[in-house]
């Protein structure tokens, strides 16, 4: 564990991409106290009135307390260059600086599938999601998604009904559970699976938190699920990210006459595979051949 990451990170959650600059320089942060408020402003690319804001917090900080703080908390840390950080995330555009995780680590770097849709997602995801699942098992797939309501929940029900190990991936720290409702669900995965965040212990839920989170959903898997989906949503905001890390879509056909169905629908019309009955051994093919 870099505990200079660490501490940094608690004073803001910059990802690896914002910081590269600075770290290049300055890997143990031993000039940051020492550095000009005006040209370490340069290297994080904010005003010199906030990089003296960081520089006065991460003085006051103790690496050592902090790092005690979330050993007694149970939580793994995992820092940008870690033994256990996942090779996948290496590979997207904007890697995270630190990773806390709660339950299974090794979880992280094994082969996954992304399974997400709608909040509103109706039983015809729960279907969807629970004809694929027999698949995701036989391949031993971990099943990675949101904690949300709707497709989200049944993907992790769904994953740990079939005794598939799910991710969890949080747009929050750990001393919140978003929504509250899902504070047993949450629970559960910390105990027997995998609950993993970029936020630091005290980031409570922020609305634009959620679209960064979905740049990890998407990083950690090898192929990403749509069931039900508006055109513009936050499920297609995790399709975005996919395609730009160059990972596979499929997407569950719908009614035409549904807005749920029209995400997943324009998504094979622009050259997503349909997730069709048929078509679901060969998803199982598509892990095979990657193992």
């Not at 990089?51 to 006065?56: E, K, P």
């Not at 279907?127 to 990675?144: D, S, T, W």
């Not at 899902?182 to 212990?201: K, R, S």
Request: glycine fraction near 6%.
């Amino acid at each position: 564990m870099n505990k200079q990451f660490l501490t940094f990170h608690q004073i803001t959650p910059m990802n690896y991409k914002k910081l590269q600059r600075y770290i290049e320089q300055d890997p143990h942060f031993e000039q940051f106290a020492k550095m000009s408020a005006k040209q370490l402003s340069m290297y994080l690319c904010c005003s010199p009135e906030k990089a003296a804001i960081y520089q006065q917090q991460f003085m006051s900080y103790c690496p050592k307390q902090i790092a005690q703080f979330y050993k007694e908390k149970h939580i793994h840390v995992i820092c940008y260059g870690d033994e256990q950080y996942p090779q996948a995330l290496y590979n997207i555009y904007d890697p995270p600086l630190v990773l806390y995780v709660k339950g299974k680590v090794d979880a992280l770097q094994r082969a996954a599938v992304a399974i997400i849709g709608s909040r509103k997602a109706t039983d015809y995801s729960r279907y969807a999601i629970g004809q694929l699942m027999p698949y995701c098992k036989e391949a031993n797939l971990v099943i990675i998604s949101g904690l949300a309501k709707g497709a989200d929940t049944i993907a992790h029900e769904a994953a740990i009904a079939h005794q598939c190990h799910t991710v969890a991936v949080l747009g929050h720290g750990f001393q919140y559970v978003y929504p509250k409702a899902h504070t047993q669900l949450a629970t559960y995965l910390a105990q027997h699976h995998t609950l993993v965040t970029e936020y630091p212990y005290h980031y409570g839920p922020q609305k634009w938190y959620f679209p960064m989170r979905n740049r990890i959903i998407s990083g950690l898997s090898d192929a990403v699920v749509v069931t039900e989906a508006e055109r513009k949503s936050g499920t297609m905001s995790t399709v975005d990210y996919a395609l730009a890390h160059g990972k596979e879509i499929f997407a569950v056909p719908g009614n035409i006459f549904s807005p749920l169905s029209q995400g997943p629908n324009a998504l094979i019309a622009e050259g997503a595979t349909a997730l069709t009955l048929e078509e679901m051994p060969r998803f199982l093919q598509h892990f095979q051949q990657k193992n």
